[in-house]
């Protein structure tokens, strides 16, 4: 019997065959001379180039299954780009029409992936810390006319955690054959964060999981809101699939220190990959610093660098128009109670 490993070995049905199962690599130069190993998954060869083909493989295949999308229903999601392209390949491979809503200030290269896709694409003003704005046009769309619409809705929907739960976690269990000290991933839906810390920490509780944030957007290690240039991450609130009892502590990592690093994996791995996954590695050298008992850590490459040509890590600056509005950091007392006792490494 072929393992799900060897898959390639053998003909793809389609593309959902090649979701998942991604190599997780040794970064040897980025560590200098630490006292660490640092391993990556490679999540930019997914077919999309991002992680989110998990959970849109997840989220559509059950949703077809329980009848909840239907042949002629519309798939639409809220997002910042990475879930939309995955999203439009998705509709593309099953025959249905897509529309995604993202903020404006996304990156050019996102908006013409969908695009190839055959997908549309409704922009409103904003960026990376204004996804709310999205997410609520997306609800009245689907209030409107709910026979009409699948929405996706990655914030809100526990198959996303289920999807990292199911197929990330047991991957990266597998690979290092349970020789794990720490689990480090940038915080967008909290999809990710969740779903593998939870089953890193049901297989081992000693085993550490810090999420990483903006500095200039520290929703939970300071609830404080503000714009940032690493896409896909920080996106202004608290998602209500991500459990913040699982953390330990938080990293935070500047948008420059962010972009020079995922210039360095370029320059120094041979690694193209997106400015979120140089803030992941970013984040994993300032938790060794700060805990250099910590001797392996693993962490996500979200995502490709090909969709980056456009934005700061090459230089590309373009005005962005930001809504002026309020940011209110909504929290329960019991959030507030466990995000105060988290350690924060800046």
């Given at each position: ?19 998942g ?27 999309s ?35 939309g392209i ?12 897509v ?28 960026a ?58 940038t ?26 944030e ?62 979120s ?61 466990i ?7 800046e």
């Open positions: 019997m072929i393992s799900h490993w060897d898959r390639c070995r053998k003909i793809s049905e389609n593309l959902s065959d090649c979701v199962y991604t190599p997780l690599i040794k970064l040897n130069k980025i560590t200098n001379g630490r006292d660490v190993e640092i391993l990556g998954k490679a999540e930019f060869m997914n077919p180039g991002s992680l989110k083909d998990r959970i849109l493989h997840r989220i559509l295949t059950e949703a077809i299954r329980k009848g909840e999308l239907k042949p002629g229903m519309t798939i639409i999601e809220s997002t910042t780009g990475n879930t995955s999203t439009a390949m998705f509709g593309a491979l099953l025959g249905y029409p529309l995604i809503i993202m903020p404006e200030g996304m990156s050019e290269e996102r908006k013409k992936a969908i695009k190839a896709f055959g997908a549309r694409i409704l922009t409103l003003p904003g990376e810390s204004d996804v709310d704005l999205v997410m609520k046009y997306a609800a009245g769309l689907v209030a409107s006319d709910p026979k009409l619409y699948f929405w996706v809705n990655q914030f809100n929907n526990p198959l996303n955690v289920a999807a990292h739960y199911e197929t990330t976690a047991p991957e990266i269990w597998e690979q290092t054959d349970g020789n794990i000290d720490a689990f480090v991933a915080q967008g839906t909290g999809g990710t964060i969740t779903g593998v810390g939870k089953y890193l920490k049901e297989k081992n509780p000693k085993i550490k999981v810090y999420p990483v903006p500095a200039e957007c520290p929703i939970l290690s300071k609830q404080k809101w503000g714009s940032h240039r690493i896409e896909g991450i920080g996106d202004g609130f608290i998602p209500s699939i991500m459990d913040i009892s699982l953390f330990d502590g938080v990293i935070l990592v500047s948008s420059e220190e962010a972009i020079k690093m995922t210039r360095r994996l370029a320059l120094e791995e041979g690694l193209f990959v997106g400015i996954s140089g803030a992941n590695v970013v984040a994993c050298l300032k938790l060794h610093d700060k805990h250099p008992e910590l001797k392996r850590i693993v962490t996500m490459l979200n995502d490709t660098g090909f969709r980056y040509f456009s934005t700061p890590l090459f230089g590309e600056e373009k005005k962005i128009e930001i809504p002026e509005r309020e940011h209110p950091i909504e929290l329960t007392p019991e959030q507030r109670k995000l105060s006792k988290l350690e924060i490494i």
